[in-house]
């Protein structure tokens, strides 16, 4: 491999760091146990992405030890294996061009939506605005392949959502950074806690779709001290 360039050696090694310390926030949230779930990173400039490795604990991840791969999922460097989710991961990163960052969780809630086969209505505000509508479902889809990835697409392709729950599996998140994914992911799960237990005491109000579209674009492109609008 041709050595790479100061710039883009600087790139590579900022999106490690930035990946590595992300995996923090997952625990912190409670949104996986053990090794289950993953961050991953576009290196800006590039096409290479960096993700997490394997089975490995989330006190043991550190920069060196993220794997860095080319956009078909090969390992350009890294000592571990990559994640068994990286094939899912670079076929998003070829589609989706504005995505930058994406996020893979077994958290509570939303997989027990994803176990049901079920899209999140848009019952509650911080949803509509996150969102900008319901959470869809993705088709079941087996691990160690691009057939989670093809999955994602399919199902986010033309929806606001920047999150999908696929079907007996778990949630996937995408961002125009790798944080803004861990946002989504965060806050997905906040949504399906909530409006599961509002199922719980009845039948939860939706809110009328021109409501919806009003809270998405006042969220996204006022609210906040430097509003950047929705992922395209």
Not at 66 to 75: A, E, H, P, Q, S
Not at 127 to 144: H, L, M
Request: with cysteine.
């Amino acid at each position: 491999m041709t050595a790479p360039t100061p710039d883009r050696a600087g790139a590579i090694l900022e999106a490690r760091a930035d990946v590595a310390r992300l995996h923090e926030l997952l625990v912190r949230y409670n949104l996986v146990i053990w090794t289950g779930g993953n961050i991953s990173g576009r290196v800006p400039g590039s096409d290479l992405f960096v993700i997490k490795p394997s089975g490995v604990e989330y006190d043991d991840l550190t920069p060196e030890n993220m794997i860095l791969c080319d956009l078909d999922g090969t390992v350009v460097e890294g000592d571990h294996a990559p994640s068994s989710d990286t094939a899912a991961h670079a076929y998003v990163y070829r589609n989706m061009p504005a995505v930058n960052g994406v996020v893979h969780t077994h958290s509570t809630y939303a997989t027990a939506w994803a176990a049901r086969g079920e899209s999140i209505p848009c019952v509650i505000t911080g949803q509509a605005d996150e969102f900008g509508g319901e959470i869809p479902v993705g088709p079941f889809a087996t691990i160690g392949d691009d057939s989670i990835g093809r999955g994602i697409v399919a199902t986010l392709t033309g929806h606001r959502s920047r999150a999908v729950l696929m079907q007996n599996h778990g949630v996937f998140t995408v961002g125009k950074n790798s944080r803004d994914a861990v946002k989504a992911a965060v806050m997905a799960e906040d949504v399906a806690r909530t409006v599961h237990i509002s199922r719980q005491l009845g039948e939860p109000i939706p809110i009328p779709l021109h409501s919806i579209d009003a809270l998405f674009d006042r969220y996204q492109n006022v609210y906040g001290q430097d509003p950047t609008g929705a992922l395209k």
